[in-house]
């Protein structure tokens, strides 16, 4: 049993930025050699946000409008300046674990991982990969 | 320490149907042979969810009336036919890890392993169960 | 490899009480001994949801507020008594899995793990803290 860990950083310029990272993780999976078990993709910080879904620019504008829907810049909120950004993260969550096998992650054909920066102002980001496995 | 894997496949015929795959989910932990460790419920999609929660046919039905008032059928999209399969899929969320102790999930009570297929059609589907311990 | 489980048990007195339970499982990763690893955290159970983030009295108002936006308590639902916990748990999720490295759990400086009881009544609660690593 082997466990591995990566570290990837990138800047996001703006509120609503959306990097997909999944290449990123391919190559950490690869470098581990580990070939079947569990990779967790996971943000220490409170206004990031990891999804597992279809990088299609259409798909991720719908997404933007909808968080804008449920949790509004418009509205008034008790924490300062924020706010939204950490109701958002927590709505969509900081860690998503992938199943690996055969060395591969086991993602959809229309699934990839694309961090977004929730943040009301550009950010230095970090995302964590940690891999378990044979 | 040992990983286990086994892939689950069956059909959705309609939008919003809820599969209820605890018992295969509690199968897979048997057969591993696991007494320790993690359990990932992983849905390679892009519109398909699982969730830990109770297997109520109500609460079912207010999960599928509170998803439309989120996430609105007759709402304008970006995205053609199915962007609201993925929204809800990204709300929802698609892997959820559960703790196994003596070969037992510990689920609680009333907190059941539902799939829920969120696209517009019918759809052939596939949940992956990797467990990995001792 | 070690696995290692520790349960915590507490009360929570009345609805959207929130317990930060950071320490608890910082405690659990240091009595482990475990220095690279993943810590699931899991509630067992269909009325409570853990969140990692910041613990600040002014955005947990924030979310309480926008829980309520969501999944409204005047809101009619089919399910008795408590719908609205067992929505409101299945929005926030209700396992969370953390990277360790260095014997350390790799959260944010603005990221704590918190409890959140969702259900209409005081309820004895528990949280089970799952550790895998070296």
Known sequence: MTIF??????????????VDI??????????SGIKDGICLVFVPGATG?????ENDSS?????KNI????????KEYEHPINARSHLRAIL??????ISIKNGKLELGTWQQIMFINLDTRARKRKV????IGD
């Open 5 to 18: 860990e990566r570290v990837i950083e990138f800047s996001t310029t703006k509120e609503l930025e959306i």
């Open 92 to 97: 969509l969550g900081n860690n998503q674990c």
């Open 59 to 63: 798909l991720l504008e719908d997404l």
């Open 128 to 131: 964590i990969i940690k891999i």
């Open 22 to 31: 999944t290449d990123y993780v391919k190559e950490a999976v690869e470098d």
């Open 67 to 74: 968080l804008n829907d449920l949790i509004p810049q418009e």
């Open 49 to 53: 946000a990891v999804i597992l879904n």
